[in-house]
Structures are given as C-alpha cells and as structure tokens.
C-alpha cells in the first residue's frame, strides 16, 4: 500500500501575470514508500506559459536534500531524479545532495499534470516504520520559484510549508 506522508500544496503561482483569468500551479511533495514524488499541476482556467520552475530547499527547517545515491548524503532508497509524466524535463543533472531541484515546464493546459520521482530526505532522519521520512514541517522555509519563458513577469516566488 502506497502512503502518503507529506503533502505540500503551494499557493498560487501565476504564469502570465493576467489577474484573471490566471493559471495557478500547485506543486505536491508525496512522501512515499520507497520512491517519493513531486506532483505540477495547473489547477488554474488558462494555460501556465511554459518556463523554468525551481524548488529550493536549501533553507528547509529539516534540511531536505535529493538522495540520487546509496552511501552518499541521502540516508536509505536512493533514487534519480527522473520525469515520470507530462510536459516537464530536468533544467540540469541532479547530483547527490542538492537542495535545488530545476525544471522546465512546456506549457501546462489546465487541468494538465507532471510528474518527477524521486527520493527526498532530511538530515534529522526522521524514521518511521523503519523508513526515513520527510514530514510537513522539514520543507518550511523552502520555496518554489517560477520563471515564465519569454515576454514574462519578474519570477514568482511562493513559500512552500
């Protein structure tokens, strides 16, 4: 059975800068068994532009890295980074331990998901049922940032947690 432990939902990031309608981006963090994921989806009425959106988690409360691989900064499950679904690809390689996860989105349609899966952990190895495991208050101070690709707005920025 898959559990979800941690779910965050970030609050809306607008794409194209229009007050209404606007696109609105909520970005889930999911806590899993052994491979954990990252859920976009745009829960707005209009198309997010496509753009580069990026996690930072260097400020988290609980020091939450990416764990990419076995004996490196990650505590158990390694896992790469990979795109599971949808209009998205890795800005760049992600190495063992980063703290910055970059994307680029093609333009999302409403309604439209992506999926990246991965292995998160924090520094604290926080253990449950015998599993390294995130919890809401790890990701606090992280934030999401988005750029859209031409024509665009200053980024937006939105706390996660």
């Known amino acids: 059975m898959v559990r979800v432990i941690v779910v965050l939902v970030l609050a809306a990031i607008p794409g194209l800068g229009r007050a209404d309608p ?11 068994d ?24 260097r400020a988290s409360r609980g020091s939450v890295g990416i764990d990419t691989a076995v004996g490196g900064r990650g505590t158990k499950d390694a896992w790469p980074v990979r795109v ?20 680029t989105l093609d333009r999302l349609a409403p309604g439209a998901k992506a999926r990246i899966t991965l292995d998160v952990d924090n520094e604290r190895a926080w253990v449950r049922a015998g599993r390294v495991s995130i919890r809401p208050e790890d990701l606090r101070d992280s934030r999401a940032i988005f750029t859209p690709e031409s024509g665009a707005p200053a980024p937006s920025t939105v706390p996660m947690g």
């Not at 209009?46 to 959106?53: N, R, T």
């Open 22 to 32: 606007a696109p609105r981006l909520l970005v889930a963090v999911q806590e899993r």
């Open 84 to 103: 599971f679904t949808g209009p998205v690809r890795l800005a760049r390689p992600v190495a063992d331990g980063a703290q910055r996860l970059g994307l």
């Open 34 to 57: 052994a491979v954990d994921q990252i859920v976009l989806r745009n829960t707005g009425d209009c198309a997010l532009a496509s753009g580069h959106l990026v996690l930072d988690m």
